[in-house]
């Protein structure tokens, strides 16, 4: 009994150690949580004033500022930043959020069945030549063209307005890294390095009128 109470005794003792070691290695970091628009910044502190270094789990979110103050949010999504100081470190949880919000984002479902994008998006407003039609915005002013070749999703085309065209440039700034072209024709990609981006955004005008195509990004034609 006597080694039985012994034994639980050092197990609480190396527990609350363990405990107090790992609470003393734990840097002290205001904010604790970080929520901000993209192009926007984020100073942060460390309690004992010394120097510190900010790392980012993803650079295409938020990015440590020039002069490793704090952060500044880039593209819309999550991420978590890490502070490091005297052997000590944090990790902060990034948000950087929309400013633009009146357009619905696409259901990027590439390769899917009609019936996958209508589970994720409900019954279509039309439905012709392999197409499936929805609002962009809930008036009903914009939409967007679901095309389908051989069954699966292949292309995503939204139209915006010429009133809409300006909000329509913004909202993509803020989701994508972005490639200019001419006067009217920019692509966008959701990843600085075309190695790693998964989806591409081909944003022109027709002659008639803006278009936006959306399409799983194929590394072997990057700029098709």
Partial sequence: MKRITLFLLLAVGLMACEKSE????????????????????????????????ITTADSCVAQPLEDGTGIRGFMVGQTVVTVTSNGKSAQIPVTVAPKITEFQDPALLFGGTMQDVKDVLGEPKQTANNNLYYNVTEDGSIYAAYKFENGKLTRIYVYPTNEKIG??????????????????????????????????????????????????????????
């Fill in 22 to 53: 790992k609470k003393n290695n734990a840097l002290q970091v205001n904010p604790t949580s970080i929520t901000c628009n993209s192009g926007e910044s984020a100073l942060i502190t460390v309690d004992d004033g010394a120097d510190f270094t």
């Fill in 167 to 224: 909000s329509f440039y913004k909202y993509l700034n803020e989701r994508y890294f972005i490639e200019p072209v001419d006067e009217q024709t920019a692509h966008y990609y959701n990843h600085f390095n075309l190695n790693f981006a998964t989806l591409k955004v081909h944003l022109g005008h027709d002659g008639t009128g803006w278009f936006a195509e959306y399409r799983a990004f194929d590394p072997a034609h990057p700029y098709d």
